[in-house]
């Protein structure tokens, strides 16, 4: 997407970003703070969380807060919590990414341990749903809000040996569509973004045998994820977009 954000797209939103510490979650991150925006960052590792927080700092953008929080074992009276302290702390969200996710085992269906199955379907997706839900009070506060998931080429089309993450992201892609429907006469869009194949640690675990220089990096993909984020596309939900438009699915 050919999209020049201007610098102050995001001036004073409140954003929160999950997957926050590695990847194009990291990369969203810092790059919603440098157009204006007061970060929460959400992870499973504190200490990489930390040092988005202070690499947010050093670009000289408003100060981030920092929530460890485990999707995999959060339990429900968890995202109340956490919920509540974000409506102390802040009243409403105008933003709420979902980037974090995990890949899982690249195996046959017919070999795929259930165990890891529900691992991915429990991070992928339930957490996604959890979350959510006890955020979107807080979204309904916003005066223009934007909900974001994070889908997947295999999302849209199966493909062998991609057994949950692919079952995952279709659902996704699912939770989305119903969200999207339920809130399209309000304040709070709901949409997809298909970040293509993109240089992260997941990516290089899913194609060891790639040229990672052959990638777009995350900060590539970012006019899309600024555009969904930031008020020029108000009136756009229900929509998966392509980070990447045309790119072909598979190695690069
Ligand atoms: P990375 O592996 O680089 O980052 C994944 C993020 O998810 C990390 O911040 C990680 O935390 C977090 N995470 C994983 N498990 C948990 C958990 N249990 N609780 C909280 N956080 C967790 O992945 P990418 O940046 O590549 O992927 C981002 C999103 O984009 C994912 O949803 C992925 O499915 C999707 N995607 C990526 C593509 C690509 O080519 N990269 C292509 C298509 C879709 P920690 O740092 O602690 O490990």
């Not at 194009?24 to 703070?33: F, Q, S, V």
């Not at 279709?170 to 006469?185: H, N, R, S």
């Not at 309000?186 to 298909?194: A, F, G, K, M, P």
């Not at 970012?222 to 598979?250: C, H, W």
Request: a neutral charge; one cysteine or more.
């Amino acid at each position: 997407m050919h999209y020049q954000a201007p610098s102050d797209l995001l001036n004073q939103k409140i954003i929160m970003v999950t997957g926050a510490s590695d990847g194009i979650g990291k990369e969203a991150a810092l790059t919603y703070a440098r157009h204006g925006a007061r970060l929460i960052l959400l992870g499973r590792t504190e200490s990489k969380l930390l040092q988005v927080q202070q690499a947010i700092a050093q670009q000289g953008s408003l100060p981030a807060t920092v929530y460890a929080f485990d999707l995999l074992n959060a339990k429900p009276a968890d995202y109340k919590t956490l919920a509540e302290k974000i409506a102390k702390e802040y009243g409403h969200l105008d933003g709420l990414l979902h980037s974090a996710g995990l890949l899982g085992e690249i195996t046959p269906l017919a070999e795929q341990d259930p165990e890891q199955w529900n691992q991915v379907m429990h991070v992928n997706l339930n957490a996604g749903f959890m979350l959510t839900q006890v955020m979107i009070p807080l979204l309904l506060q916003a005066p223009k809000a934007s909900l974001i998931f994070t889908s997947s080429g295999v999302g849209r089309k199966g493909r062998r040996g991609w057994g949950a993450y692919s079952v995952s992201k279709f659902a996704t892609e699912g939770l989305m569509q119903v969200l999207a429907d339920e809130y399209q006469d309000s304040n709070l869009r709901v949409n997809c973004i298909n970040p293509g194949g993109t240089r992260t640690s997941m990516r290089a675990s899913a194609f060891p045998e790639e040229n990672p220089n052959n990638l777009k990096t995350p900060a590539d993909i970012m006019p899309t994820y600024l555009y969904v984020m930031g008020d020029d596309s108000q009136n756009e939900s229900g929509i998966s977009f392509d980070a990447q438009p045309g790119r072909k699915p598979g190695p690069a």
